[in-house]
């Protein structure tokens, strides 16, 4: 009899595994669902979800920089009867750290993989630029730029700010430098104090002849010629220039030498080019070639560089089979007539058409184009920078 009874204990615990087995499968497939939805790329949000069993429910513990994600999937979890306690951290966590911003403090910031002076570089972002710390670890800030991406920040590079810090830097007079490279001078003594990049934005101060007084976001005063800068604000309100202004942008830079993970004057990625080109013009892109092959108006390889109009973005890569998609690896800029200039090795420019003398030779097939100009501006992956609540 004991036996027997031992038997049907273990058989209503191995049902009971099985049971809670299920039920944690099915609740995996409804976060996995919504992260397709909402995160699907952990380069431009996190929705890290773990699942454990506390008694007669489910603990969700993690982190994530989607809130509205977080909500989604505790609705469906209760609307499908799970019994959930909620350990799942939104970053950032305003609660234990009110400096929840920050503004680039040095000419061009790297990004990197992982926390260290040592990873791979993901990206950069520029002097001025404003970003969302998510959170600290190992002495490193892990931020999100403009564009959505994240990335790890050495602290030296970045000037903390609380919310209200950041509305004002917004609500104060601002300047762009233009020119591709140059100095900023200590307001007294003329000594440098920072390399400066097309693109670096300045808290203006005052006009002295025929210099201008600027701050850098931690307030070191610096000095620039007048005609280096323009005013930010009246800058970014303009209307997007014409396609051939954007042209002769990209055809300012050949010669810069090709940078894994480069968005400045000093040294660009593929993606990092066009992104640099139209950041000049007033356009946010998405930052890397297989995101932005996820935007503009579709021009499909098919159709050939015959297909491609002035300012298009045209893509290579791996071509779509029944197994996998399409997948973006370079990107260009185009420039009209066959031609467009790209990074590789350095800016240069090459042609798609086989019978010319810069003929692009790849090993790679062409994917087609996406058109960023006359497309759907300031949906996700393309946004004018007037528009974006940032800045």
């Not at 609705?75 to 799970?82: D, H, I, T």
């Not at 201008?212 to 007048?226: A, T």
């Not at 759907?376 to 004018?384: A, E």
Request: aromatic share 10%.
């Amino acid at each position: 009899m004991k036996n027997y009874t031992l038997l049907i204990c273990l058989a209503l615990i191995a049902f009971s595994c099985k049971k809670y087995d299920q039920r944690l499968q099915d609740a995996m497939q409804i976060y996995h669902r919504i992260k397709t939805e909402k995160a699907p790329d952990k380069r431009e949000a996190i929705f890290d979800v773990i699942f454990t069993k506390s008694e007669k429910h489910f603990v969700i513990k993690g982190e994530t920089s989607l809130p509205e994600a977080k909500a989604r999937l505790l609705a469906e979890l209760s609307k499908s009867g799970y019994l959930v306690t909620d350990s799942l951290i939104i970053l950032p966590d305003e609660k234990n750290d009110s400096l929840c911003w920050a503004l680039v403090n040095v000419s061009v910031c790297n990004l990197r993989t992982i926390p260290g002076h040592d990873a791979e570089m993901a990206s950069q972002a520029l002097l001025g630029t404003p970003v969302r710390v998510l959170k600290k670890q190992q002495g490193w800030y892990l931020v999100q730029t403009p564009d959505k991406y994240i990335g790890w920040v050495d602290p030296g590079a970045l000037f903390l700010l609380s919310r209200q810090g950041i509305e004002n830097w917004k609500s104060q007079p601002r300047a762009i430098y233009r020119p591709s490279f140059g100095l900023a001078f200590h307001s007294d003594s003329g000594k440098p104090v920072t390399d400066l990049v097309a693109g670096c934005i300045l808290r203006f101060e005052e006009n002295s002849g025929n210099m201008c007084l600027l701050s850098m976001p931690d307030g070191r005063l610096v000095k620039v010629l007048q005609t280096d800068i323009e005013d930010f604000e009246t800058w970014k309100q303009k209307d997007i220039p014409p396609i051939s202004q954007i042209s002769k942008t990209a055809e300012l830079f050949a010669g810069c030498p090709y940078l894994w993970g480069g968005t400045s004057t000093k040294g660009v990625d593929c993606s990092g080019f066009v992104k640099m080109v139209y950041f000049l013009n007033g356009v946010i892109l998405a930052r890397d070639a297989s995101l932005q092959f996820q935007h503009g108006e579709k021009i499909t390889g098919e159709q050939g560089w015959q297909g491609l109009q002035e300012g298009d973005l045209v893509f290579f890569g791996r071509e779509e089979t029944t197994e996998k998609p399409a997948k973006a690896t370079h990107v260009g800029y185009y420039l009209g007539d066959s031609e467009f200039i790209h990074a590789s090795g350095f800016v240069r420019i090459n042609s798609l058409d086989p019978e010319r003398e810069n003929y692009y030779d790849r090993d790679i097939a062409m994917l087609g184009g996406r058109r960023i100009i006359n497309s759907i501006i300031n949906t996700d992956g393309i946004i004018k920078i007037s528009d974006h609540p940032w800045y």
